[in-house]
């Protein structure tokens, strides 16, 4: 791991970067973080494991804080500008000297699926997109339908803020490539179930961004 910032407009936001081992070129993952209102940063349980799980498949993680987080300058971000972060984030890892331009992927987790989705589905350089417990809120879903890009939406089946029945309702309206996950037991903060939801992310951009 190591502590980066990178550029947004005139504001600096800071992440880290989870390299693999070995030479690349890599693929890379940017990863979202949730609302920071909750408590939600770079350093949440289920945005660390996907980065560790990432880079395990040899693909290069950049998790980072949201503008008005940690040590991101700025005001806490909404959803709108929240998608600046996120275009920044992408623009970052796409010029690392050791990932492989065509091979970039985008993760979110809650708030942090939210603005993955209806910021980056129309971004070039994203090759797929993986979403764990999105919000499920008119602009969310319109964005995951008007994907055409590989997608993996993951639940719990314990999730009372995304109930499953109601993801598993997305999923079946969902043009394809698609892909889902109701992991049993699970609720919204994934304590004790977070290595099952990065484990099945991570496989997904593997295969995904072969």
């Known amino acids: 791991m190591r502590e980066i910032t990178?550029?947004?407009g005139e504001l600096s936001l800071e992440g880290i970067c989870h390299s693999p081992e070995g030479e690349g070129p890599f693929a890379a993952v940017v990863v979202c973080h949730p609302h920071p209102l909750?408590?939600?940063s770079?350093?949440?349980n289920v945005v660390l494991a996907v980065c560790q799980?990432?880079?395990q498949q040899s693909i290069l993680a950049l998790r980072f804080n949201f503008r008005g987080v940690g040590g991101s300058q700025g005001?806490?971000?909404d959803e709108a500008t929240g998608q600046e972060d996120v275009r920044a984030a992408l623009s970052y890892v796409a010029s690392v000297e050791d990932v492989e331009r065509g091979r970039i992927g985008l993760c979110g987790y809650s708030f942090g699926a939210g603005v993955a989705v209806t910021g980056a589905a129309s971004e070039e350089q994203?090759?797929?997109?993986?979403?764990v417990s999105p919000p499920l809120q008119p602009s969310v879903v319109q964005g995951l339908k008007g994907c055409v890009k590989p997608r993996l939406l993951i639940g719990g089946s314990e999730d009372r803020f995304i109930p499953a029945e109601e993801l598993l309702r997305l999923v079946e309206e969902l043009p394809p490539p698609k892909d889902h996950e109701i992991v049993s037991g699970a609720d919204h903060f994934w304590w004790g179930y977070e290595g099952e939801a990065a484990t099945r992310v991570a496989a997904f951009f593997a295969a995904a961004l072969s």
Request: hydrophobic fraction near 55%; proline fraction near 5%; charge should be neutral.
């Open 53 to 55: 799980a990432l880079a």
């Open 42 to 44: 770079m350093s949440n």
């Open 6 to 8: 990178f550029p947004c």
């Open 38 to 40: 909750y408590g939600g």
């Open 75 to 77: 005001e806490l971000a």
């Open 126 to 131: 994203v090759r797929a997109v993986a979403v």
